[in-house]
C-alpha cells in the first residue's frame, strides 16, 4: 500500500521529460492502419460515421464524363465560395474551352491547374493529411477514386468580431484584440508588423484535438538558440487534447512547481507585436484569444501598454503607483499582524492606543482575524467572477459591506482590520496580469502564516526566500528577475521602474536577442547550449 501511494505521489509530482500525457486512443490517425491510400473511399470509409460530414458526388461532363467527390464538414466550410467556384464551375459549364478536353486520364491535372479557382489550392498525397484537412475545415476533392487529393481553403465559420479586450483595457491605446480564429489572430499581427522578417511556423499539437498553433517572430531579432528552444518544446508534447493556450503554458514552463507565472499571455495585438520587435517568440493557439510571449521576465507583469502611449512623466508615475500597490497588496496584512503581535513599541503611542481600543473585545489574536477577512474576501471574489456581471458586482459590494460591519459589530474583528484589508484588495487590483495578481493573493497567505508565528524575523525570512527563488528562475534560459538580477542599470532605467524617453530607447533590451557574453558566464544563454534539446 505504502509502494502503492509513493508511485501515486510520484507521478503527480514529478515531471517527466518526452513522457506522454493522457495518451490518445489507438484509434487515431497515427496507427499503421490508416496509412493507406490517399483516395475517396478509405476517406468515407473513416468519416461516413459522422452526420455533419458531406459527401458530394457529381459527374464533370468533359470529353468522357468523370466522377467527382467533394468531401466537408457541414457549418466549417463557405458554402457559397464551393458552390460558385468549385461545383457550379465543374458541373455547370459545359462548353468551357478546358472542361471540354477533361479524360479520365488527365482529369486530376486540369482541374487542379485550369477549373479550380479558388486561391488556396494543393495537392495532398496522404491519407491522414486529407482527412485531417477535412477535419480542419477544408474542402477536399477527389477524382473517380484515384489516390491523390486536392484541397481547397474555404474555410467558413461562425466566430466572434474584432472587440475590445476586457482583461487588458485601456484609455489610450489600440482598441481591438485578438479573437478564437486563428487566421484573424496571425493577420492581426502582419498588420502591426508589415516585414518579411516576421515568420509564422504552423504546428498541430494534440493527437485527438489536432490543435492548430502558429510559432510566430522576427528573423534577425530573435534569438535563434531560443527559437529553437521553444520548437523543440512544443514539439515534444505529447497530450491527446489542446483546448486552450493554457495547456501549452503549463506544458513548456521551465519551473513547473514556482507559483510565478513563467510565460506571458496577452489579448492585444500591440502587445504581442511590441514583444516580437524586442525578439520574444508569440504562441498562437486557434480556439482562444490568448497569446503567448516567451521568454518572459517578472517585471513584464507589471507594465501595460498604456506605459508607452502617454508622455514620459506620466507613465513613471503610474508605474509608482502600480508598485507602491503590488507592495501594499503582498505586505500590508503581514506587516500589520507582526507589529500587533510582537512588535507594538515600533509604532507610535498614540496609533498603538488607537489599535488596542479597536481590537478590545475581539476574541482571536491578529492572525486568525486577518485569516478570516482574507478567506471571505477571496469567497466574494470568486463568487463575483462567477455571476452575472450585473449581479456579481453588487454582491461583491453589498457582501463586503454587510459583513464587514456585522462583523466589527460582533467584535469578531477589529475596524482597522477591515481597513487594512480593504486596502489589500484595492491594491491588488493594480497589478494589470491576473496570473500575476493571482500569485500575489496566494503568497500573501504564507507570509501571513510567518508574521503571526515569528513576526518581523518570519517576514523577512518570507521575504528574502521570494528573493532566492526569483533570482534562480529562468525563462527559456533567460534570468527571470532580470533586470535586478543579474543586473543592468541601463536596462532598468530605461523600461523598467521608470520608462524613458521615447528618443532615448535606442536599442531593444539584448537579453532577449544577440548573446551577451556578460549574461552568458551568469547563466541566461548558457544553459540553452549545455542542455541537450
Not at 464 to 474: M, P, Q, T, V
Request: net charge neutral.
Amino acid at each position: 500500500m505504502l509502494k502503492r501511494f509513493a508511485r501515486m505521489v510520484k507521478a503527480l509530482t514529478i515531471r517527466r521529460k518526452g513522457a506522454p500525457i493522457r495518451p490518445a486512443p489507438k484509434t487515431t490517425l497515427t496507427t499503421p492502419t490508416l496509412k493507406g491510400a490517399c483516395t475517396y473511399s478509405n476517406v468515407k470509409a473513416i468519416l461516413s460515421k459522422s452526420f455533419d460530414i458531406i459527401f458530394r458526388d457529381f459527374t464533370i461532363e468533359g470529353q468522357q464524363p468523370v466522377k467527382g467527390h467533394l468531401i466537408c464538414v457541414d457549418g466549417m466550410v463557405n458554402k457559397e465560395l464551393i458552390n460558385n467556384f468549385v461545383l457550379k464551375t465543374l458541373m455547370v459549364q459545359g462548353n468551357h474551352p478546358v472542361l471540354v478536353k477533361v479524360t479520365p486520364s488527365n482529369a486530376f491535372e486540369v482541374v487542379f491547374s485550369h477549373l479550380i479557382t479558388n486561391n488556396e489550392v494543393k495537392k495532398e498525397a496522404l491519407l491522414s493529411n486529407a482527412v485531417d484537412a477535412v477535419l480542419s475545415g477544408d474542402s477536399v476533392l477527389f477524382i473517380e477514386d484515384q489516390p491523390g487529393a486536392i484541397v481547397i481553403g474555404a474555410r467558413g465559420w461562425e466566430n466572434r468580431g474584432v472587440t475590445e479586450p476586457e482583461s487588458e483595457s485601456v484609455v489610450r491605446g489600440p482598441r481591438e484584440g485578438f479573437t478564437e480564429t486563428l487566421r484573424i489572430n496571425t493577420s492581426q499581427l502582419r498588420r502591426k508588423i508589415k516585414s518579411p522578417d516576421l515568420v509564422m511556423k504552423p504546428l498541430k499539437i494534440g493527437e485527438v484535438t489536432r490543435t492548430d498553433v502558429v510559432m510566430a517572430y522576427i528573423k534577425g531579432i530573435a534569438n535563434d538558440k531560443i527559437v529553437k528552444e521553444v520548437a523543440n518544446r512544443l514539439q515534444a508534447i505529447k497530450i491527446d487534447g489542446i483546448l486552450e493556450s493554457g495547456y501549452i503554458e503549463e506544458l513548456i514552463e521551465d519551473v513547473p512547481y514556482s507559483p510565478f507565472p513563467q510565460v506571458y499571455h496577452t489579448e492585444r495585438p500591440d502587445v504581442a507585436a511590441a514583444d516580437l520587435l524586442e525578439g520574444k517568440i508569440a504562441i498562437l493557439t486557434d480556439g482562444t484569444p490568448f497569446v503567448l510571449t516567451v521568454p518572459c521576465v517578472f517585471v513584464e507583469f507589471f507594465l501595460v501598454s498604456e506605459d508607452y502611449y502617454e508622455r514620459p512623466f506620466t507613465a513613471v508615475l503610474v508605474r509608482f503607483i502600480r508598485q507602491f500597490g503590488v507592495v501594499i497588496a503582498l505586505l500590508l496584512p503581514s506587516v500589520y499582524i507582526a507589529v500587533t503581535t510582537f512588535h507594538q513599541d515600533m509604532i507610535p503611542t498614540s496609533l498603538a492606543l488607537s489599535i488596542a481600543e479597536g481590537r478590545q473585545g475581539v476574541p482571536v489574536p491578529a492572525l486568525v482575524e486577518a485569516l478570516f477577512m482574507e478567506i471571505t474576501l477571496e469567497i466574494l471574489r470568486e463568487a463575483g467572477l462567477r455571476l452575472p456581471k450585473p449581479i456579481g458586482q453588487a454582491i461583491g459590494i453589498v457582501g463586503a459591506l454587510v459583513i464587514g460591519d456585522a462583523a466589527v459589530k460582533a467584535n469578531l474583528v477589529s475596524p482597522i482590520m477591515v481597513i487594512v484589508v480593504s486596502l489589500t484588495a484595492i491594491a491588488s487590483f493594480t497589478t494589470p496580469a491576473f496570473s500575476m495578481g493571482i500569485t500575489i493573493r496566494l503568497l500573501r497567505f504564507p507570509l501571513m502564516f510567518l508574521s503571526g508565528i515569528f513576526g518581523f524575523f518570519g517576514l523577512s525570512i518570507g521575504i528574502y526566500a521570494l528573493f532566492l527563488h526569483l533570482c534562480s528562475l529562468r525563462s527559456f534560459g533567460i534570468p527571470y528577475f532580470y533586470p535586478f538580477a543579474p543586473g543592468n542599470l541601463f536596462d532598468l532605467l530605461k523600461d523598467t521602474l521608470v520608462r524613458a524617453p521615447w528618443w532615448a530607447q535606442r536599442t531593444a533590451p539584448r537579453i532577449f536577442t544577440n548573446p551577451d557574453p556578460e549574461y552568458s558566464s551568469s547563466g541566461s544563454l548558457k544553459a540553452l547550449e549545455e542542455e541537450p534539446s
